[in-house]
């Protein structure tokens, strides 16, 4: 592999996706998680590479809906696990979440593989692996999830996800935070909080806010989350792309 220099104008985004391409060499990523990596890109290029105001504000009120849960898991998929492992264990440890591994692809060799790797990098206990739960509404293995994890879960982040599922997810009821850099996708449109950002800049601003908002009382962080306007969030994402705006 070639080294990137570090002052090359693309060197983050270069750097992603050649963690990308290291998550499938590893078995953790899906092949069709290049094709995802270069959609997201896409975007990212449109908006700048870069945490627009709005994504910002998101980022905010997702945090004080992990905070405010019963039971709030993280839904990890083959590129999430390839692009910020170490992020994730991170923000479940300051919000109190449960890791579940969750897969579009699933098969039995890449859970293991993603959860051995959620593990190297800090994670005590990895949930996905038990699959005793179902997504209604879906297909056998896509519909698969645990029981006390997902299925229990009243608050879920679920990143990088197909459309269906996040709409199935969503018609569960429960709170859906959807990471996604394309503000039109399903994902996005069926959010609790779509968050139009790259996912390796949303974790950690994820977790910056929530260790900010963590000792404020339950009142501010219900006001955050109810003055949080999904559309209006979509509309800025969609502005900042076609105009450049903040
Ligand atoms: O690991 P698996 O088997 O669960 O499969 C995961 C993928 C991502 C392959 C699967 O869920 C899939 O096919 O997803 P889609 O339908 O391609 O959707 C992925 C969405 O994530 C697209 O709207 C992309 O724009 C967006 N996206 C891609 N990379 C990033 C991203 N959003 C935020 N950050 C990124 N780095």
Same mark, same amino acid.
């Given at each position: ?79 999430? =696990? ?29 859970? =293991? ?134």
């Amino acid at each position: 592999m070639t080294d990137i220099p570090a002052d090359h104008p693309r060197y983050e985004s270069l750097l992603t996706r050649h963690r990308i391409e290291a998550g499938v060499d590893e078995g953790i990523t899906s092949r069709q998680g290049l094709i995802a990596q270069g959609r997201g890109e896409a975007f990212d290029y449109l908006l700048g590479e870069r945490t627009t105001e709005s994504a910002d504000a998101a980022e905010r009120a997702a945090a004080a809906h992990l905070l405010l849960a019963d039971h709030p898991v993280l839904s990890i998929n083959g590129n999430v =696990a390839a692009l910020c492992p170490g992020e994730l264990v991170e923000l479940a440890e300051v919000v109190g979440a449960d890791l579940e591994v969750n897969l579009f692809n699933r098969t039995e060799e890449r859970m =293991a593989a993603i959860a051995d790797h959620l593990r190297e990098h800090g994670a005590t206990e990895v949930k996905g692996l038990t699959a005793d739960g179902r997504i209604p509404g879906l297909s056998h293995e896509r519909a698969k999830v645990d029981a006390d994890g997902i299925g229990d879960a009243d608050v879920v982040l679920v990143p990088l996800e197909d459309g269906d599922r996040a709409e199935a997810l969503a018609a569960m009821g429960k709170v859906e935070l959807v990471v996604d850099l394309n503000p039109m996708s399903r994902s996005a449109q069926s959010a609790t909080v779509p968050i139009v950002d790259n996912i390796v800049r949303a974790v950690p601003n994820v977790t910056r806010h929530a260790r900010e908002l963590r000792r404020r009382p339950r009142e501010d962080l219900e006001r955050i989350v109810a003055e949080f306007d999904a559309a209006a969030a979509l509309e800025a994402a969609e502005n900042a792309i076609r105009t450049g705006a903040k």
